[in-house]
């Protein structure tokens, strides 16, 4: 297994504003799969993804990713691991305003030894006409194009999105869904998708519903559905 999570506890807080987030979450994932995790608000899907990012600390268990052990990692280490493994996309952009679509994109290509192609990557994700704009000079879905291909210009096994499609529209986060699809089948990069949008769990290969910090179902799609095929 590509990704292996096991007995995953975290907690924030103390005394009466003690909150437990995540009670014993344990779930695998297998190289080029593509899954999503579902639940409501507050369910802990955001502070998994962030655990397994290596953006957040957890209260015990083990995440292994490609056979690695990155809970207890120092700070160097998990920086080492967060630039050399993982891809993150968010809801929010977060682009440098005042560098244009290809220096936002550049700027994590200068982080890997091995990038993906710029030129194939702006292809791939429609950008090639825009890549000398700022970001002010797109539509949401343009920006979150090229927060995408920042994300996988460094060529990631393990791409994290936290809500890549919830400040889009319908039209636009499927044409988004679609490039997420693309991209996998592509580079087969493996995926994990935290999102609200109940349409996304037909696309992909696994499915995590979790409920108040445990998972409540998980299952592999037999048929799966294209992105484009999608209803919402």
Same mark, same amino acid.
């Given at each position: 297994?590509?990704?292996?999570?096991?007995?995953?506890?975290?907690?924030?807080?103390?005394?009466?504003?003690?909150?437990? =987030?995540?009670?014993?979450?344990? !779930?695998?994932?297998?190289?080029? &799969?593509?899954?999503?995790? +579902?639940?409501?608000?507050?369910?802990?899907?955001?502070?998994?993804? #962030?655990?397994?990012?290596?953006?957040? !600390?957890?209260?015990?268990?083990?995440?292994?990713?490609?056979?690695?052990?990155? !809970?207890?990692?120092?700070?160097?280490?998990?920086?080492?691991?967060?630039?050399?493994?993982?891809? @993150?996309? @968010?809801? @929010?952009?977060? +682009? /440098?305003?005042?560098?244009? $679509?290809?220096?936002?994109?550049? =700027?994590? &290509?200068?982080?890997?030894? $091995?990038?993906?192609?710029?030129?194939?990557?702006?292809?791939?994700?429609?950008?090639?006409?825009? &890549?000398?704009? @700022?970001?002010?000079?797109?539509?949401?879905? &343009?920006?979150?194009?090229?927060? +995408?291909?920042?994300?996988? $210009?460094?060529?990631?096994?393990?791409?994290?999105?936290?809500?890549? !499609?919830?400040?889009?529209?319908?039209? %636009?986060?499927?044409?988004?869904? =679609?490039?997420?699809?693309? /991209? #996998?089948?592509?580079?087969?990069?493996?995926?994990?998708?935290? %999102?609200?949008?109940?349409?996304?769990?037909?696309?992909?290969?696994? $499915?995590?519903? /979790?409920?108040?910090?445990?998972?409540?179902?998980?299952?592999?799609?037999?048929?799966?559905?294209?992105?484009?095929?999608?209803?919402?």
């Amino acid at each position: 297994m590509y990704l292996e999570v096991e007995n995953i506890k975290k907690s924030y807080g103390e005394g009466g504003s003690y909150v437990q =987030v995540l009670r014993g979450i344990s !779930t695998q994932l297998r190289e080029g &799969q593509m899954c999503v995790i +579902l639940g409501p608000s507050g369910s802990g899907k955001s502070t998994l993804l #962030n655990a397994i990012g290596g953006l957040d !600390t957890v209260d015990g268990g083990s995440i292994r990713v490609d056979g690695k052990e990155i !809970t207890g990692l120092k700070p160097d280490a998990l920086s080492d691991y967060r630039r050399d493994s993982i891809g @993150f996309v @968010f809801q @929010f952009y977060h +682009l /440098i305003p005042n560098l244009t $679509v290809r220096e936002n994109i550049e =700027v994590c &290509q200068y982080l890997s030894p $091995v990038p993906l192609s710029l030129a194939e990557l702006l292809e791939t994700l429609g950008l090639s006409s825009h &890549q000398n704009k @700022f970001p002010a000079q797109l539509s949401g879905g &343009q920006q979150q194009r090229c927060a +995408l291909a920042r994300a996988l $210009v460094k060529n990631p096994r393990l791409l994290l999105c936290d809500e890549p !499609t919830g400040a889009l529209d319908s039209k %636009t986060a499927k044409e988004i869904l =679609v490039l997420l699809e693309t /991209i #996998n089948q592509k580079y087969k990069t493996t995926m994990l998708i935290v %999102t609200h949008n109940d349409a996304i769990q037909h696309m992909v290969h696994k $499915v995590i519903q /979790i409920r108040d910090g445990e998972i409540h179902r998980e299952y592999e799609n037999e048929h799966r559905i294209p992105a484009a095929d999608l209803e919402w």
